[in-house]
């Protein structure tokens, strides 16, 4: 039987798909913060590559869509700015509801947090349920 999350259960591809979400997710915020256009650019491939075998598309206003016009046009800088903002607006939500303090979001592998909390972002267009990520995010990477 597969991993379950919230009553639901879910297959071993379902689980693989998940694992691999995560990880182009953290390359993606990783190559961005890191000021890597070319890792940056090869991560979002994946990541559109795999919403594509999902049937799912990038809508190009959304956060993501916007990201991948920035990383197609060669635009790192904007592609940092915006990747901060969005993680910015992410702290200031989550210190406003008590949830995350900054000591834990400056014990937590800063790029690792990073591709998590970009995840749970943008996860949720994909289809992908993300229940689980909130706990990740909260809790020491290393």
């Known amino acids: 039987m597969g991993m379950r999350i919230g009553g639901s259960s879910y297959s071993p591809a379902e ?3 998940w ?10 915020s990783t190559a961005i913060s890191g000021g890597n256009l070319s890792d940056a650019q090869a991560a979002f491939s994946k990541i559109t590559s795999q919403m594509a075998n999902s049937g ?16 197609q046009s060669g ?3 904007t592609a940092q700015q915006l ?7 992410q ?10 303090s900054s000591s834990d979001a400056t014990s937590t592998s800063s790029a690792a947090a990073s591709g998590l ?10 289809g992908i349920i993300i229940a689980m990520v909130g706990a990740a995010i ?5």
Do not use: C, E, V, W
Not at 91 to 100: D, E, P, V, Y
């Open 56 to 71: 799912k598309t990038i809508d190009p206003n959304s956060f993501l869509g916007k990201i991948g016009s920035a990383l």
């Open 15 to 17: 689980q693989m798909q």
């Open 117 to 126: 909390r970009l995840l749970a972002l943008l996860a949720r267009p994909m």
């Open 91 to 100: 702290n200031n939500q989550a210190a406003s509801a008590g949830s995350a």
């Open 83 to 89: 990747l901060a903002s969005r993680q910015n607006g």
């Open 75 to 77: 635009d790192l800088s």
């Open 138 to 142: 909260r809790q020491p990477l290393i």
């Open 19 to 28: 694992q691999q979400s995560k990880q182009n997710f953290a390359a993606l």
